[in-house]
Nanobody, 119 residues
Framework: QVQLVESGGGSVQSGGSARLSCTAS?????MAWFRQTPGKGREGVAA????????VYSDSVKGRFTISQDNSKKTINLEMNSLKPEDTATYYC???????????????WGQGTQVTVSS
């Protein structure tokens, strides 16, 4: 069973920046960030193949967010810049066993961390 531990989150002003981190107990094929809001449900934000890279992003965050990994292949980060109120959500770290053109097929999930962007 893969366990994921997240850190980061909090309150940020519109236009500001924040960083999220996630560390997994085991190396998997891919890791990703999702976010969930009452209005939009769960949305894939960014994903990366831990062995080959090739990060992908949702259109809503492309150019503003950057996903990265460390050399252990068990830690990922999400650098969030130019934050908007619509970025407000609970952000979840995930890990999976398949990476496709559409992103990471997630099987394991973190507890989630709240990011609130104020106007």
């Amino acid at each position: 069973q893969v366990q994921l531990v997240e850190s980061g989150g909090g309150s940020v002003q519109s236009g500001g920046s924040a960083r999220l981190s996630c560390t997994a107990s085991h190396v998997t094929v891919c890791m990703a960030w999702f976010r969930q809001t009452p209005g939009k449900g769960r949305e894939g934000v960014a994903a990366i193949d831990l062995h080959y890279g090739g990060p992908v992003y949702s259109d809503s965050v492309k150019g503003r967010f950057t996903i990265s990994q460390d050399n252990s292949k068990k830690t990922i980060n999400l650098e969030m810049n130019s934050l908007k109120p619509e970025d407000t959500a609970t952000y979840y770290c995930a890990a999976g066993s398949a990476y496709t053109k559409d992103g990471c097929q997630a099987h394991y999930w973190g507890q989630g961390t709240q990011v609130t962007v104020s106007s």
